[in-house]
């Protein structure tokens, strides 16, 4: 109801694990397990890394990448305060645009970050195969395949031409703890019509249509249309973890 994807879980004041969606996906059978009967424990990702208060944000972004999370826990005086989201991180880069930014094996003056990241392309980054399932596909068979892939999305086509995108948000928000069928078409259930690029659309549009619509997966399309891949929060976060100068990483983020 409020929004939110993930929790923390502490027993008192020690933090013991972290509830996300991605926990939902891999570890809960189907839309028609009995929610009341299952515990937090049996769901949660035990023992959860964390970053304290004022650590920079590149030992967040080095821990995102490497670790392959979205919301990574953080500490005030060895207790749980917040979570930072890789979507928070890449919302402040955004709007850091005095920040400097040098690419790989260039020499010339500094400029503004978001300047030099508009040359960047979607094509640049270290994009994963993307999980595609037609229109008729089962909703058991996408998380199947979701789960196979360790994707936390699907893109719905129909001979190709993208149609819907299926994601880690709508299972929580449409399929857990409601009367649906584990056989009914994913159609059903998916995100019709999704916001999309293109692979020569530049990062800061994606990071831009991320912030605006509140994705952490955008589609992306050819030339002639077809679905060609996924583009996500954690790639954007991984290229900055490994092109980002040290010096611009030093302040905390603002989660």
Known sequence: ASGIGQALVVEGEKLVGILTERDLLYKLGGPEVELRKIRVREMMTPDPETVRE??????????????????????????????????????????????????????????????????????????????????????????????????????????????????????????????????????QFMTPNPAKLSVDDSVVRAMKLMYEGDYRNIPLIDAGGKAAGVVTVRDVIIFFAEHFPKEALNLPPDP
């Open 54 to 187: 004022g650590d920079a944000i590149r030992v967040v972004m080095n821990m995102m990448s490497v670790g392959g999370y979205r919301h990574v826990p953080i500490v005030r005086d060895g207790k749980p305060f917040r979570i930072i989201s890789a979507k928070a991180i890449a919302n402040y880069i955004l709007d850091t645009s005095a920040l400097e930014f040098y690419l790989p094996g260039r020499e010339e003056a500094p400029i503004s970050f978001v300047t030099r990241l508009k040359q960047v392309k979607i094509r640049h980054l270290a994009l994963r195969s993307p999980v595609l399932v037609q229109l008729s596909t089962t909703l058991r068979d996408t998380v199947e395949a979701m789960k196979k892939n360790y994707r936390g999305c699907a893109l719905i086509c129909d001979h190709g031409n993208l149609n819907g995108i299926f994601t880690e948000r709508d299972l929580l928000n449409k399929i857990i703890g409601e009367p649906v069928s584990w056989s009914a078409p994913v159609a």
